[in-house]
């Protein structure tokens, strides 16, 4: 089992900057896939951002060049920096981790970002 806890969402203006954190219960170096998802009401979830263990990234084209998916594994955590957020950004994110040997995935329970225009 892995536990995957978010924090760091919120409400904030458009152009604005928030960075979200996801604790992972176990080293994240048992972790096959870190991503990042997000749900706006009345839309299907999306893959926002991914890190593979050899530490390739993968960007959804809507948050090119604004986002970046960092982790940290003393701290076993992986963070997305999101900045110039607009209004589109409105949603629930969700961290996601695919264990290396089980090859399950696993989820947090989420987190909301509200971007005011």
């Known amino acids: 089992q892995v536990q995957l806890v978010e924090s760091g969402g919120g409400l904030v203006q458009a152009g604005g900057s928030l960075r979200l954190s996801c604790a992972v219960s176990?080293?994240?170096?048992?972790?096959?896939?870190l991503g990042w998802y997000r749900q706006a009401p009345g839309k299907q979830r999306e893959l926002v951002a991914s890190?593979?263990?050899?530490?390739?990234?993968n960007y959804a084209d809507s948050i090119k060049g604004r986002f970046t998916i960092t982790r940290d594994h003393a701290r076993s955590t992986v963070y997305l920096q999101m900045n110039s957020l607009k209004s589109e950004d409105t949603a629930v994110y969700y961290c996601?981790?695919?264990?290396?040997?089980?090859?399950?995935?696993?989820w947090g329970q989420g987190t909301q970002v509200t971007v005011s225009s």
């Open positions: 996601n981790a695919r264990e290396l040997l089980t090859r399950m995935d696993y």
């Open positions: 176990r080293s994240i170096f048992s972790i096959d896939v």
């Open positions: 890190m593979t263990r050899g530490g390739v990234t």
